[in-house]
């Protein structure tokens, strides 16, 4: 269970991660356009089949290539192997995304940020969370710490999603829209799914600028549709 210092003391842990990385350098349409990405979204080709079927998530190739459908067009990219140790899964992210992990005592995360052109936005990131394997949490007690710690980045949350058919995750056990605007006006939109694997909990926040959504939404679903656990046997 997760007392009120402790709970104080993670988000605390999760907001210092987050502005150390910034110091380093309609809702329902977002909601139709992302779920559009996630169920039309085009099978990727990979080089796993030829390199064998039971392949252990960290040994999966390298590299491997596929095509995203951007804007009606087509678009072929390479993919990348990133691996969270501590989050123990590993996915591939398009070539022009980048990886970051962090952890302490409070827990493990993994961000996963646009880096179109070279350059890094940290406004478009996917931010994996997780307690420490020691500390035993609910679905529950992680939802409330996944809205905490929205609400001091300055997001809205949103109603909570109803029904597995609404879920842009399909792993979703709680899911909820999220949106705020940034300094200049515009606005950050973003989906939290909380889930759980192997009795750990976790979360997922994805957020983007509502006008890399097509882009970014793409992106977002394959790095998940990725996800090989370390306890897993079968390539993907």
């Not at 269970?1 to 842990?13: E, H």
């Not at 989050?87 to 970051?100: C, K, N, P, Q």
């Not at 936005?121 to 994996?128: E, P, Q, S, T, V």
């Not at 992106?219 to 996800?227: D, L, S």
């Given at each position: 269970?997760?007392?009120?210092?402790?709970?104080?003391?993670?988000?605390?842990?999760i907001?210092f991660v987050?502005?150390?990385?910034?110091?380093?350098?309609?809702?329902s349409?977002?909601?139709?356009?992302?779920?559009?990405?996630?169920?039309?979204?085009?099978?990727?080709?990979?080089?796993?089949?030829?390199?064998?079927?039971?392949?252990?998530?960290?040994?999966r190739?390298?590299?491997k290539?596929?095509?995203?459908?951007?804007?009606?067009?087509?678009?072929?990219?390479?993919?990348?192997l990133?691996?969270?140790?501590e989050?123990?899964?590993?996915?591939?992210?398009?070539?022009?995304?980048?990886?970051?992990s962090?952890?302490?005592?409070?827990?493990?995360s993994?961000?996963i940020?646009?880096?179109y052109?070279?350059?890094?936005?940290?406004?478009?990131?996917?931010?994996?969370?997780?307690?420490?394997?020691?500390?035993?949490?609910?679905?529950?007690?992680?939802?409330?710490?996944?809205?905490?710690?929205?609400?001091?980045?300055?997001?809205?949350?949103?109603?909570?999603?109803?029904?597995?058919?609404?879920?842009v995750?399909?792993?979703?056990q709680?899911?909820?829209?999220?949106?705020?605007?940034?300094k200049?006006g515009?606005?950050?939109v973003?989906?939290?799914?909380?889930?759980?694997?192997?009795?750990?909990?976790?979360?997922?926040?994805?957020?983007?600028?509502?006008?890399?959504t097509?882009?970014?939404?793409q992106?977002?679903?394959?790095?998940?549709?990725?996800?090989m656990?370390?306890?897993?046997?079968?390539?993907?």
């Open positions: 269970m997760i007392g009120t210092v402790t709970k104080k003391a993670v988000v605390t842990f907001v987050l502005v150390a990385a910034l110091s380093a350098c309609s809702a349409d977002d909601r139709d356009r992302v779920k559009a990405t996630a169920t039309t979204q085009k099978k990727t080709t990979t080089s796993d089949a030829a390199a064998g079927k039971d392949i252990p998530a960290k040994n190739p390298k590299t290539t596929g095509v995203l459908s951007i804007e009606g067009m087509t678009e072929e990219f390479t993919f990348t990133a691996d969270s140790v989050l123990e899964f590993t996915t591939y992210i398009t070539s022009d995304m980048i990886a970051e962090a952890s302490s005592s409070e827990g493990d993994l961000f940020y646009a880096n052109g070279g350059e890094k936005n940290r406004d478009a990131r996917l931010f994996f969370f997780a307690r420490p394997k020691a500390v035993k949490s609910s679905i529950e007690e992680m939802t409330e710490l996944a809205k905490e710690t929205i609400k001091v980045e300055g997001f809205r949350i949103k109603e909570p999603v109803a029904g597995n058919g609404a879920l995750f399909e792993w979703s709680a899911e909820f829209d999220i949106e705020k605007q940034d200049n515009s606005r950050i973003g989906i939290v799914s909380i889930f759980s694997h192997a009795g750990r909990i976790y979360w997922l926040i994805a957020e983007y600028p509502e006008e890399l097509e882009g970014f939404a992106r977002m679903v394959k790095a998940a549709e990725n996800i656990w370390y306890d897993e046997k079968a390539a993907k």
